[in-house]
Structure formats: C-alpha cells, structure tokens
C-alpha cells in the first residue's frame, strides 16, 4: 500500500488538519477531539489522521491525553489555531487547501488505499447511524456489504492503535467495539466520496536528487568510454 508520509508531512496539510480539529474541539465542552471525528472531515484514512494528531500533540496548548482506551486531543485555547467558521459538511476546509488535494490524487492511485479509505468511513457511517457507541461485530455485518473478516481486520486495527476500545465479554463469550462520541452527517459522508472520486490520479513525483545522481552517472559512464583508445 502506498505511504502517506510526505502527506503528514506537508506543513500546509498539517495545518488544515490542525484547524479542523480545533474547531472541533471548540464545539466540545472540553474542549477535546479525536482521530475518528477529524477523519470523518477528510477523505483518509485513520490511520494517516492519527498520526498526524500525534504530531499536534507537540505544539503548544495541545495536548494528547487517554480515557477509557482512546486518545484525544486537548486544546487549551482552540482559537489559537482557528479563528475561521469552517462549514465543514461544505468541505470549505478541502477546496482551499491545494496541498491536500495534491496529495490525494497521489494516494487516489493506489486501490488499496482507496478501498481502505472508503470502508473505513462506511463503518463510521453506520457506527454515526446507530443510538449507541457500544457496538458488536454483526451490527455492521448486518448493515453492510463489507465482508466480515475484513470488517473485524479493521477494527482490531483501530483498537490496537488508540483510536476505539475493545470491550471483551468473557463470561458471555461477545466482543464488542466502543466508539467515542462522533457525528458524520451525510453531506459530509458524501463530500468526502465525491472528492475522492473526482480528483484525477497522478504518479508519485521521482526523487529529483536522484535522478541528478542518475543523470551525472550517465555523463561520467559516456566520458569514460569516448577516452578509451
């Protein structure tokens, strides 16, 4: 699958996130988000959002913390990274961000990714749909066409990283997956979609050092031939 790094690596796609999430956060009474609720903002993964909220976690004001099995970020003063009013089921925060969308359509050419991306924000769906947070495997079965092992796969990851809790009924032998409190309405599910099926695929952009290298390599080789007797 292809690597998201240079993506959370991009200051300008850093700070979109970092302004989506202090939004977020300012809705909040205290004043926290997380992974979950800043993905269902952008056509990725969650993974990627992750780790790039791991990295806000260094700024000033912002702080990683843990409850009940899941991390959140903690904003002391939210308007310190964003004073706009982002319409965010509009996805204003996605058109004005031209480094984001140059990333996406490099990543849009890999299917894995792609397929990752659009299951994993189906479940959130169905997870957005439901009354409760508390949710067992055949609640999702039941609701889409996803298959089961992939389903479970997705889930297990999610729990392993942080971002839901697995709750293991022993004595009654269930398995349940705890999500933290989110909304995903439609328009912007469908924002999101859309996005990534319009943007045009591109191959990812070569090393310029290398070819340099590669380049100068080829000089030097035909030197050494034109002085050979």
């Given at each position: 699958m292809i690597d998201t790094q240079q993506l959370q690596d991009a200051p300008k796609c850093i700070s979109g996130v970092a302004e989506v999430a202090a939004t977020l956060a300012r809705a909040d009474q205290a004043q926290c988000t997380h992974a979950i609720e800043v993905t269902?903002?952008?056509?990725?993964?969650?993974?990627?959002?992750?780790?790039?909220?791991?990295?806000?976690?260094?700024?000033?004001?912002?702080?990683?913390?843990?409850?009940?099995?899941?991390?959140?970020?903690?904003?002391?003063?939210?308007?310190?990274?964003?004073?706009?009013?982002?319409?965010?089921?509009?996805?204003?925060?996605?058109?004005?961000?031209?480094?984001?969308?140059?990333?996406?359509?490099?990543?849009?050419g890999d299917e894995g990714w792609m397929r990752k991306v659009r299951e994993q924000h189906e479940l959130l769906r169905v997870v957005a749909n439901a009354r409760f947070q508390r949710v067992e495997l055949s609640y999702f079965t039941s609701r889409t066409d996803i298959p089961s092992a992939r389903i479970q796969s997705t889930l297990n990851d999610l729990g392993a990283s942080g971002h839901i809790f697995i709750d293991i009924d022993e004595e009654a032998g269930e398995v349940y997956y705890v999500f933290p409190s989110f909304s995903y309405p439609k328009a912007r599910?469908?924002?999101?979609?859309?996005?990534?099926?319009?943007?045009?695929?591109?191959?990812?952009?070569?090393?310029t050092s290398w070819l340099l290298i590669a380049l100068a390599l080829a000089v030097f080789v035909i030197l050494v031939i034109a002085m050979l007797p």
């Open positions: 269902t903002c952008f056509p990725l993964d969650i993974e990627t959002v992750g780790r790039m909220l791991e990295g806000l976690g260094e700024r000033a004001g912002i702080d990683m913390i843990q409850s009940d099995g899941v991390c959140y970020l903690n904003f002391e003063r939210p308007d310190d990274y964003n004073l706009r009013m982002l319409d965010l089921d509009a996805g204003e925060h996605l058109e004005s961000n031209a480094s984001l969308l140059k990333h996406l359509s490099v990543l849009r599910y469908n924002k999101n979609m859309i996005l990534l099926e319009e943007l045009t695929p591109r191959e990812p952009e070569q090393n």
